[in-house]
């Protein structure tokens, strides 16, 4: 099983990012889950997949307050651990979205909240969250996405290793859907949330370079990393698709 590079795996398992984001370990917390679950209309018993689930939180959020057959996945094992010491009945597995241990058409709908942007391989993972989606089953992603598209070569330059390294633009993520056989139904963006979860973040002891998943500084500091990021206009959206046409294989 190939795993997500240990370096974004690290930056959910980081104390500072917990405390800021509590058990959700993303911007928002719920806000995001519920607005895609009261859009979806999906039904008591329907069977949702949240890939990059961490602890659990939203696995046991769907479940309790949805009645949602809900199942994670995620690469961390100190997550998975946290979640099953939280509630030793979650449906937690370790695995990674490039290659799911589950059935084809098995789910109604897939999340990947904060969890797409760290994806190692995005194409074999939409490949896989369709081969598991029922007909017209609902793909969830809210993430960080770049809403400079002219800053976002210089941006890949700095090899960030966190949810930035692997951010898009609007047109990109637009087009990598589209391409594997999906049809965006909704888009929002909700960057406001993002920046109150940099403030936390900030009141709470931690720095958003963690977040960012920042490389290490040379001997002039970061500002140049820092100016770079600030022209790249960093944002947090939600997606909602539906499994449309034939994938790409």
């Given amino acids: ?9 690290q930056v959910y398992e980081r104390e ?41 939180a939203t696995v ?9 057959k809900a199942t994670g996945v995620d690469p961390s094992l100190l997550l998975l651990e946290c979640g099953k010491q939280r509630n030793p009945g979650l449906p937690l597995i370790r695995a990674v979205g490039e290659e ?37 089953g609902r793909l969830v992603i809210s993430d960080i996405y770049i809403r400079n598209p002219e800053e976002s070569v210089q941006l890949r330059r700095l090899t960030l290793y966190g949810c930035l390294g692997g951010a898009r633009t609007r047109t990109e993520l637009e ?30 002891g931690g720095s958003p370079s ?16 820092r100016k770079t990021i600030k022209k790249a206009r960093p944002g947090y959206f939600l997606l909602i698709a539906v499994k449309a046409g034939k994938a790409v294989s």
């Fill in 1 to 9: 099983m190939h795993l997500t590079p240990k370096e974004s795996v």
């Fill in 16 to 56: 500072e990012i917990r405390r800021a984001t509590g058990a959700t370990v993303r911007p928002g917390g719920f806000t995001l889950t519920d607005r895609a679950i009261s859009f979806c209309s999906f039904s008591p018993q329907d069977r949702i997949l949240d890939v990059g689930c961490g602890t659990g």
């Fill in 60 to 68: 046991e959020h769907l479940i309790n307050n949805y009645k949602l």
């Fill in 100 to 136: 799911l241990p589950f059935a084809e058409g098995e789910f109604d709908g897939v999340f990947a909240e904060c969890s797409f942007s760290l994806l190692k391989d995005a194409k074999q993972a939409l490949r896989e969250f369709y081969r598991v989606l029922k007909p017209k």
């Fill in 175 to 204: 087009d990598l859907l589209n391409s594997s056989g999906y049809k965006i139904v909704l888009w929002e963006d909700h960057s406001k949330l993002l920046a109150v979860f940099t403030a936390k973040l900030i009141l709470t």
């Fill in 210 to 225: 963690i977040f960012w998943g920042k490389p290490p500084c040379g001997p002039d500091g970061c500002q140049d990393i």
